[in-house]
């Protein structure tokens, strides 16, 4: 069965500063790997995939995540945070259809 | 196109109540799935769906029971609420079996 965990519960960014989350997965099988995020009080939305093609994947409001298989991680990335991205963001791995969701990281962006 | 609606957004239960939360969709999702979350825990799946008629249990099955009434609309029955269920619900679906789930906006339920 696979597996996703996320390093830090909580991480706390300077407005215009880099955001990075941490995810690490395993998986017997390539897997499909998301990022989804959630606002206060919304359900979550998809904030990017990677479904085997490019590494490298962009995903919306100027996330991008790069899938390492060596490493078996798909940290998430923002160059310049801003106070918008406050949000609790979930990384999931699925494998034959069965998605699993890691517990979660809260961001919060200080002016 | 309202995509996935969850009904209750807010219910308070009482030890021993029981409950029905209501989910429709009309993306033409195959796949529908009930979620719940916990703080620190993620989320954590309790029932899914994978087609119309079929259900089949998830992480956390005990103490509910679902049914896919139809292709758009699957709901989550707790028969005797307890405390431990206290939580927030998602409902979500996907056209196809790959991990893109698009949720409703959640159900908060309180069980005293």
């Known amino acids: 069965a696979q597996s996703v965990t996320q390093l830090g519960s909580h991480v706390s960014v300077s407005e215009g500063a880099l955001v990075l989350l941490r995810c690490n997965y395993s998986?017997?099988?390539?897997?499909?790997l998301f990022w989804y995020v959630q606002y206060p009080n919304q359900g979550l939305q998809l904030l990017l995939k990677?479904?085997?093609?490019?590494?490298l994947v962009k995903g919306i409001n100027g996330f991008e995540a790069e899938f390492k298989k060596s490493e078996t991680s798909f940290h998430l990335t923002k160059p310049s945070a801003h106070m918008s991205d406050a949000a609790e963001y979930f990384c999931?791995?699925?494998?034959?259809?069965?998605?699993?969701f890691g517990a979660g990281t809260t961001v919060t962006v200080r002016a | 196109n309202a995509g996935v609606t969850q009904t209750p957004k807010f219910q308070v239960l009482k030890t021993g109540q029981s409950m029905t939360l209501q989910c429709a969709q009309d993306m033409n999702h195959n796949s529908m799935y009930w979620y719940r979350q916990d703080p620190g825990m993620g989320l954590r799946l309790i029932y899914y769906s994978a087609s119309e008629g079929t259900t089949d249990k998830g992480e956390v099955p005990n103490g509910y029971n679902v049914s896919r009434l139809n292709k758009r609309e699957f709901s989550l029955r707790l028969e005797s609420a307890a405390p431990s269920q206290t939580s927030v619900y998602f409902c979500?679906?996907?056209?196809?079996?790959?991990?893109?789930?698009?949720f409703g906006e959640g159900s908060r339920l309180t069980v005293l």
């Open positions: 979500a679906g996907t056209p196809q079996n790959t991990g893109e789930l698009f």
């Open positions: 990677y479904t085997s093609a490019a590494t």
């Open positions: 999931a791995v699925s494998v034959a259809g069965e998605l699993s």
């Open positions: 998986s017997s099988v390539p897997p499909y």
